[in-house]
């Protein structure tokens, strides 16, 4: 384990394809940084290569799930685990290239005087070129709305984050409750009521290089209804979502 408490964080499904590359990629960055992976049992064979990675790394750890269950859920328990082994810094990012590792520094260099640094893909014009019209529409849709009902001006269904631990309780990622892809959302609108920093950063967002988009039809009918509840809670029950513990920082 590296002593400045420095962890990335990557959930896998189905990435065989990818897994072994970005790994080489985030060590290429040198920084000094452990790695964990998160597999929900991937029929790809994703989690033995992650195996054969962290027998060979003592920087690389992985947990392994029984099933596909949630994207959320997935990063809810990488947070947790970063929380009880006391790291100090944690970047969130997919495994597919969406996000490039190269970032993580930029993210890093503007972390400094904030709580939670995001890569957004909002900032730059050209981030979404590679993009079908469909994909494109969706994105943007799904922007708008979170910025209309939920009064967040940044990039909230992303993935790619920068958390400092050390400066948000625990206790505020114990109140979300979304397992799926709503908890992005969920979790920025949290921070954001409680009034903790938020820095974005432009990035590109190219299509994936390998594989397939794990969200489906179903997902993001679902992310709607939860943004419509989430809404509802804004209004009529937003105590439910303020942290009231201490804020003391470890």
């Keep these: ?54 027998a060979n790394d003592s920087r690389v750890f992985a947990i392994h799930r029984s099933g596909k269950l949630g994207i959320g859920s997935a990063h809810m328990e990488g947070i947790a685990w970063a929380y009880n082994r006391n790291y100090e810094i944690l970047v969130t990012m997919d495994c597919d290239f969406t996000h490039s590792p190269s970032y993580i520094l930029d993210l890093l260099k503007n972390s400094e005087e904030h709580n939670l640094v995001i890569g957004s893909r909002y900032m730059k014009r050209e981030s979404l070129v590679t993009w079908n019209l469909f994909r494109k529409t969706l994105t943007y849709f799904g922007h708008f709305l979170t910025t209309t009902l939920l009064g967040m001006p940044q990039d909230a269904s992303g993935a790619f984050r920068l958390y400092r631990l050390y400066q948000i309780p625990k206790g505020v990622f114990e109140l979300p409750t979304s397992k799926g892809y709503s908890f ?58 303020i942290y009231n513990g201490p804020r003391e920082t470890r």
Excluded: C
Excluded at 13 to 36: F, G, M, P, T
Excluded at 42 to 50: E, N, W, Y
């Design 184 to 241: 992005f959302f969920e979790s920025l609108f949290i921070l954001n009521l409680n009034k903790f920093t938020i820095k974005e950063i432009p990035i590109d967002l190219p299509s994936r290089t390998y594989g397939h988009s794990k969200m489906s039809y179903k997902d993001a009918w679902h992310s709607l209804v939860y943004l419509l509840s989430l809404f509802r809670r804004k209004l009529f029950n937003k105590k439910s979502l």
């Design 1 to 54: 384990m590296t002593q400045n408490k420095l962890l990335v964080f990557i959930p896998t499904y189905n990435e065989a394809e990818n897994v072994r590359q970005i790994y080489e990629q985030l060590i290429n960055l040198q920084l000094s940084a452990d790695i964990l992976f998160l597999d929900d049992n991937s029929p790809d064979g994703t989690g033995k290569i992650i195996d054969e990675i962290v």
